[in-house]
């Protein structure tokens, strides 16, 4: 992993010439939005195809709902007009490493370079890259693939969030790494994850193994209110021969003996879960928090009374449910915002393959929020006359 003080200009036009080595380009995945920019799509995947025996380029784009593609012959496509139209985050994976770029609030490029070897698949219709193999042994014990080491049909969806999380992972912990936000990983302090709510521990075993194949020291603890998870799952550590710095612990999320971690993970923790997990992290100054939201029940039974005009939207049951899964997460954010996080929302998979794809990513800086930050968050209370569980679970 390297860093180099760069323009923005100059940065982009690394990413160009990447872009237009086709011979060793694998994929390109713009996504997040840069500050007072909108962008055209949420996402947007970028690689080489091979059609009639000539390389094209294929875009697909995602609104959060559906994905469009399109292919484009060499030369067609205006990447650098294409990632200065307001995205804040572009990685690109070449055969022999990846370049990753996020642009800050304040519009500084922060480039990032890492080696290693990609696999690159020409094929129109074709199977993604994958950085987790369908044979390796840790999916194969957790059930996501089968003896003969394929990924089962029904784990296909799950298979899918793993891997995207995994290649969400990457970039932003380099980034905090960079920022000074996080200690560079050493054998002496290894990264230190929980996963909170970890279940089946899909998640929590693919950090663990993905990051080892990163070279990234790292102590990872799952954890999981069921008895019955944590024994299976340690003993699946044990079979793997990974007991030494991966562990499992039966405990309520709001009541667990861990006291800190440089990150914490909750993907789609069920109940009061979500709410936890994000408490935990910020009365433990968690200082990277990834958390797919889920059960969003506690804000849609206070939407008892909506605030003129918005009863055009509530009073159909779908749409008051998907406004209160909004109203929640953007009040979750915002109570990490008040707490010293930098905080964004971002779409870490496609809608088709799970509804639940927002992920909120908080990064925590110290930063002190601007007032009129705290002075929104009360009035949209005021406006909704709700009070979130979260509010009453956060020391201080």
Not at 49 to 75: L, P
Not at 147 to 174: A, C, H
Not at 200 to 218: D, E, M, R, S
Not at 298 to 314: C, G, H, K, R, Y
């Amino acid at each position: 992993m390297a860093r180099t003080e760069i323009s923005l200009e100059d940065a982009f036009g690394e990413l160009n010439t990447a872009f237009k080595d086709t011979k060793n380009l694998v994929r390109i995945v713009l996504s997040g939005r840069r500050r007072n920019m909108q962008t055209e799509s949420e996402r947007v995947d970028i690689r080489p195809v091979e059609i009639k025996n000539e390389i094209h380029i294929q875009v697909s784009r995602s609104d959060g709902r559906a994905m469009t593609s399109k292919n484009y012959k060499s030369g067609e496509l205006d990447f650098i007009g294409l990632m200065s139209s307001g995205y804040a985050n572009v990685l690109l994976e070449h055969t022999q490493g990846e370049i990753s770029l996020r642009i800050t609030k304040k519009g500084e490029p922060l480039l990032h370079r890492s080696k290693g070897e990609n696999s690159q698949d020409l094929k129109h219709d074709r199977t993604k890259s994958r950085l987790l193999e369908s044979n390796d042994p840790f999916l194969i014990e957790v059930g996501i693939s089968d003896k003969s080491g394929v990924i089962k049909p029904s784990m296909q969806d799950k298979y899918l969030q793993v891997e995207e999380f995994l290649r969400l992972l990457i970039p932003t912990l380099n980034s905090a790494i960079e920022a000074g936000h996080i200690e560079q990983p050493s054998l002496q302090k290894p990264l230190k994850i929980v996963d909170l709510g970890c279940g089946h521990a899909y998640l929590t075993f693919a950090a663990h193994q993905y990051l080892n194949q990163q070279q990234i020291p790292v102590r990872v603890i799952g954890i999981d209110v069921r008895s019955a998870a944590r024994d299976r799952n340690n003993e699946i550590a044990k079979r793997l021969g990974i007991s030494g710095s991966i562990e499992f612990r039966a405990e309520e999320i709001s009541e667990t003996s861990l006291d800190s971690a440089d990150i914490a993970i909750a993907l789609h923790a069920c109940d009061t879960a979500t709410d936890d997990a994000i408490a935990w992290a910020i009365n433990s100054k968690v200082r990277l928090a990834l958390i797919a939201p889920c059960c969003h029940h506690d804000i849609q039974a206070q939407m008892v009374e909506a605030p003129e005009p918005w009863t055009l939207v509530t009073r159909n049951g779908i749409m008051k449910e998907r406004l209160g899964d909004l109203i929640t997460d953007a009040l979750r954010m915002q109570i990490l915002k008040l707490r010293g996080y930098r905080v964004e929302a971002i779409e870490f998979i496609g809608g088709e393959h799970t509804p639940r794809n927002l992920m909120i990513r908080a990064t925590f800086t110290g930063a002190k929020p601007d007032p009129i930050e705290a002075t929104r968050y009360e009035q949209m209370l005021a406006l909704w006359k709700v009070k979130p569980a979260l509010s009453h679970l956060i020391n201080g």
